[in-house]
């Protein structure tokens, strides 16, 4: 079987906020494939982060696809405001509220990509009657709310169980995985199946993206 390409989706988390916008070239200029904005309320996780305003902002910086992860509740009323802001793709929680379905179906009618995103210790289930509507698959390695955690192991059965689904399924899904994501446990990672890689501190707490970004595909 011919290797799945894997993609690398910095995320902006671990970046120097006073400098966010250079920090977006630098991770494009360094070979990122996507850029991650992780978007928190301080009440679905217990931290909080930047807006629709901010990514909007960001847009002119960069031109790879947006990948704005939502860890907001409600998510639904903000969907429009991270499509217009220049989002490629928007993924949110199941647990962000009571109709998925719905929501995916939102983030589809304005054009835009739809992923659905695990935690830790939700089930493949959660996503498993709505892949029809579902663009990505993100499954959390970590606690989602700070950049910087311990990958979890446990997750590589449920991404080598959701690559599985997603062929089986026949589908066009990118599975992601995000947390704790470094050039060591990166291998992990592809070999249970996943084709795309968030990585926060392995890029940005690194002095040279370009190197840090190979080394995350296994080129280092
Ligand atoms: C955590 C975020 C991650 C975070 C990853 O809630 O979803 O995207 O930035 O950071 P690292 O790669 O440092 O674990
Ligand atoms: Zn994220």
Redesign the pocket.
Known sequence: MPARPVRIAP????ADFARLGEEARAAAAAGADWL?L?I?DGHF?P?ISFGPVVVKALRQHASIPFDV?L?ISPADPYIPAFAEAGADIISLHPEAGPHLHRSLQSIRALGKKAGV?LNPATPVSAVEHVLDLTDLI?V??????????A?LPSQLVKIATLRAMIDASGREIALQV?????AETAPHCIEAGADVL????????KPDYAAAIAALRGQG
Do not use: E, K
Not at 140 to 149: D, E, L, R, T, Y
Not at 178 to 182: E, F, K, Y
């Open positions: 995320s902006l988390l671990a991650h992780d928190m996780v931290n992860h860890m995103v993100l959390m390695s970590v606690n989602p709310g700070f950049g910087g955690q990958f995000d947390g704790g994501v470094t968030v990585a926060g501190t392995a890029v940005f707490g």
